[in-house]
Antibody, heavy 121, light 109 residues
């Protein structure tokens, strides 16, 4: 079964850091680009970051650039998001999503169930 | 304010047809494929349409997509109560960032 399972969310104070993980199974992980997409409570989808199959192509939304870092470990079939200098507006459900292509430029055909990040003092 | 513009809500009776529009610009929809995602209440988004008008395996042909210029449309025929969900369009912009519409809430009356 093709599956993405996120972990690492939680309650964190403003200015602190958090690292999200996404474990992939059921497909050849290193053939595809991967992404993080977030959804604030009651709001729409916002793309956060994407990474190509070989980590050679990486992109970020302007809202997180310079604070968040995406990475992947193909040997461990895992995707990561290091989030620094967290702000209240980063509060959201963070989804891991698989691109249907090896570069981050196509549709997202598999989504995880998400991990909640709450930034509050 | 989303880069792509969708109506906040649409509604129709069971068995009827509904369309959801997605408006963008030449820097996004005009030069890239559009995909559509269905988000049932309390669940993760699911790919409904890719490459403007293609359906992934398992998606019924009641769902269709089209694109013209800088706009795209999702069509759903034979509406069912189980189709009640939020629908999002998505594409890529000229800076290679994924952009989504604000989402459309479908109510099946």
């Amino acid at each position: 079964e093709v599956q993405l399972v996120e972990s690492g969310g939680g309650l964190v104070q403003p200015g602190r850091s958090l690292r999200l993980s996404c474990a992939a199974s059921g497909f050849t992980f290193d053939d595809y680009a991967m992404h993080w997409v977030r959804q604030a409570p009651g709001k729409g989808l916002e793309w956060v970051s994407g990474i190509s199959w070989n980590s050679g192509s990486i992109g970020y939304a302007d809202s997180v650039k310079g604070r968040f870092t995406i990475s992947r470990d193909n040997a461990k079939n895992s995707l990561y998001l290091q989030m620094n200098s967290l702000r209240a507006e980063d509060t959201a459900l963070y989804y891991c999503a698989k691109d249907s292509s090896s570069y981050p430029n196509d549709a997202f055909d598999i989504w995880g169930q998400g991990t909640m990040v709450t930034v509050s003092s | 304010q989303s880069v792509l513009t969708q109506p906040p809500s649409v509604s129709a009776a069971p068995g009827q047809k509904v369309t959801i529009s997605c408006s963008g610009s030449s820097s996004n929809i005009g030069n890239n494929y559009v995909s559509w995602y269905q988000q049932l209440p309390g669940t993760a988004p699911k790919l409904l349409i890719y490459d403007n008008n293609k359906r992934p395996s398992g998606i019924p042909d009641r769902f269709s997509g089209s694109k013209s210029g800088t706009s795209a449309t999702l069509g759903i025929t034979g509406l069912q109560t189980g189709d009640e969900a939020d629908y999002y369009c998505g594409t890529w912009d000229s800076s290679l960032r994924k952009v989504f519409g604000g989402g459309t809430k479908l109510t099946v009356l």
